[in-house]
């Protein structure tokens, strides 16, 4: 089985020098409609690891996501963000809703919606005229223009993002979200709608992400194929409880048998593709949109 | 004034145009609202919400009419149904699953308006000047008065929406984004329908209610065909409004005909100009 997190994360035990964790949900449960979601997921997620947060429909991805943000509350158990309440930490989360790309008709250039990403929740008009703040409009232009870069977007930030190709969206939302210096990165399936070589250079990116801005990413996904080689682990929802761990401990026979309480079969193609046979549900089917609970 | 008429000479042109007091009060509120309708615009062209703005200027017409019935002024009529009926376009919720709900709740919202309208104006023909100043518009009886109402709504609408410019902005690009990120969108909706109302029941006070979409869509339509930046948009789309105004009121004081058909034709042409300019270039 998987093991969780290492018994010295757990808070309680002297933290020292050791660097926070990014993430701890202990024994957290949600119920929604006395329905229970989520039961006793425990999960430690440290700064830089990109994870990939995945599970049938219905199993409570995004009811997950949203406890993290803060935006439903626990019957029982406790999320520390940074080792505050989620609530507290809700400026240090950058996220990414589950989305429809753009219509053709928005006329706003990317770079505008990554600027957005900085101020868009700011009240006033952006007028600088005291030199500090010129000073501060200059760095923001400077960071702006470095998260374009570092997504690769200069050449279609000044097209309007109507136009723009789902993959090339998604870079620039991720830029968006990542402008504010998040500490931890929440994205509700983001390669939903990307055609296979954009999921590759989407996960890459993320990939990169994580490890050189110091980014914990959390990635809701349906398959878990495109992501295989970047990732550092993956939580595995199903009926409400998670297994964490790496991809190779979670996704096998016995492992998912005993969470699905089903017997599950875990098929491996020659190209090295995972594909999961049994589920009551198939985790990979591509298709109509839900509304997870 | 005895027969305006248009000489080479354009210093002595304009000297006639504001030696008349009207004339003057005329150019007055038509700055005020080419100002108001070209920012409110360019926000609604931005949410595609055009036929909510077509609504509620057709709501001028219930609003006069039954403020003539009522004994109360003209001008608050028009901003009670304009406000009314944004509040009740509200009933629908924007977003990318509701759009039909939400088209049909302003179409039956616009088709009992007119329907009022044309039951208070057949109840007291004769309490209103026709309904044509009603409809297509006039700058002949622009009040100090007026002028002064004018300048305080669009003051509050326009500061209220530079408060709100930005949150404003990610909400109508993106509103899952802007909710994810803890703006209110939902109120910043309602907020700016009511905007809107307020915008054009300003406007329809120059233009006539039928031709309010002159200064509230085509300058800030205008302006995205040239610039995609947000503030330059704006700022384009009002010195575009401001142009159609002055040329349209200029126009209709030389000439017979009504100042909403000048203001009109301008706005148009101006497009038109704009969108030929564009597709000769690329």
């Known amino acids: ?293 | 004034m005895i027969n305006p008429s248009f000489s080479p000479d354009l210093l002595y042109d304009l000297r006639q145009l504001f030696s008349f007091p009207f004339m003057v009060n005329a150019l007055e509120a038509g700055t005020i609202v080419a100002v108001l309708a070209a920012v409110v615009g360019w926000y609604m062209v931005l949410r595609r919400q055009a036929f909510a703005g077509h609504t509620l200027a057709v709501m001028s017409f219930p609003g006069a009419t039954g403020a003539a019935l009522a004994g109360l002024p003209g001008v608050l009529g028009y901003y009670l149904a304009c406000v009314g009926a944004a509040l009740a376009m509200r009933g629908s919720r924007r977003g990318t699953g509701s759009r039909v709900t939400e088209t049909a709740t302003i179409g039956t919202v616009q088709a009992v308006g007119l329907a009022a309208g044309f039951l208070f104006l057949s109840l007291n023909q004769n309490v209103l000047g026709g309904p044509e100043t009603l409809l297509f518009g006039t700058f002949l009886g622009v009040t100090q008065g007026q002028v002064l109402s004018l300048l305080g709504v669009a003051l509050a609408a326009v500061i209220g929406l530079a408060v709100a410019s930005r949150p404003l902005l990610l909400a109508s690009v993106d509103p899952e984004l802007a909710e994810a990120r803890g703006v209110a969108v939902s109120w910043l909706d309602l907020g700016f329908l009511l905007l809107l109302g307020l915008a054009v029941a300003a406007t329809s006070q120059i233009t006539g209610a039928l031709l309010v979409f002159a200064l509230l869509v085509a300058p800030p339509a205008t302006a995205q065909l040239i610039t995609l930046r947000p503030w330059l948009g704006m700022a384009l789309s009002v010195v575009f409004g401001l142009v159609i105004v002055w040329l349209g009121l200029a126009a209709a004081y030389f000439s017979p005909y009504p100042v909403g058909f000048f203001i009109t034709t301008f706005a148009f042409a101006l497009y038109v100009l704009v969108a030929v300019w564009r597709w000769v270039r690329s």
Do not use: C
Not at chain 1, 56 to 84: D, E
Not at chain 1, 209 to 231: C, F, M, R
């Open chain 1, 1 to 293: 089985m998987a093991s969780l997190a290492a018994p010295e994360d757990r808070p309680g035990a002297p933290s020292g020098h050791r660097p926070l964790n990014a993430l701890s949900l202990q024994d957290a449960s949600v119920r929604l409609g006395g329905r229970p979601i989520l039961t006793a997921v425990n999960l430690e997620v440290s700064q830089g690891e990109f994870i990939a947060v995945l599970g049938p429909n219905g199993a409570g991805k995004s009811t997950l996501m949203r406890a993290i943000l803060g935006l439903v509350p626990l019957a029982a158990g406790s999320v520390r963000v940074l080792g505050r309440p989620p609530v507290q930490a809700r400026p240090l989360i950058g996220y990414l809703p589950q989305r429809h790309g753009f219509d053709r008709a928005v006329r706003i250039r990317g770079l505008d919606l990554v600027r957005l990403g900085l101020d868009g929740t700011r009240w006033g008009v952006p007028l600088a005229i005291t030199p500090s703040a010129r000073t501060r409009r200059r760095a923001e232009r400077q960071r702006i223009a470095d998260m374009i870069a570092l997504v690769g977007a200069e050449s279609y930030a000044h097209r309007p993002v109507g136009e723009l190709s789902g993959g090339e969206q998604q870079r620039l939302l991720i830029a968006q979200a990542l402008v504010r210096r998040p500490r931890i990165l929440i994205l509700d399936e983001p390669l939903d709608g990307l055609d296979l070589p954009n999921q590759t250079s989407v996960a890459a990116l993320l990939r990169r992400i994580a490890s050189s801005e110091e980014v914990s990413v959390l990635l809701v996904a349906h398959d878990v194929n495109p992501l295989l080689e970047y990732l550092d682990r993956v939580i595995y929802l199903a009926s409400g409880r998670a297994l964490t761990g790496p991809v190779q401990a979670v996704i096998t026979a016995p492992t998912l048998s005993e969470l699905y309480g089903a017997q599950i079969e875990v098929l491996k193609t020659g190209d090295g593709r995972l594909v999961v046979v049994g589920a009551p549900e198939a985790p990979h089917h591509h298709g109509t949109r839900h509304p997870e609970p």
